[in-house]
């Protein structure tokens, strides 16, 4: 039989202490905000590339996943702004 101890270890076997928890509201709005700036910029991103395919990538899927990566290391950084 296994005996598993109670205690929260990560995989290196660090202590997990239980923080400050981070407002999601924040997370989410600047979420909304990068939707926002996509479909108010779309257009201007496709006619800047004058090409017929890439013009379509580059709007469609280059734009937005780069928004996306801005929030994430925005909200990335406001975790690590708000914890100290």
Known sequence: MIHMST????????????GKAFPLWIERLLLVGALLVFLVYRR????AVDHAVLG????YVVF?????????VLGRGLQRSLQS
């Open 7 to 18: 205690e929260t270890t990560t995989l290196m076997g660090r202590l997990e202490e239980r």
């Open 44 to 47: 201007t991103v496709l006619s």
């Open 56 to 59: 379509g990538l580059i709007a």
């Open 64 to 72: 937005p996943l780069t928004l996306l990566a801005l929030v994430e």
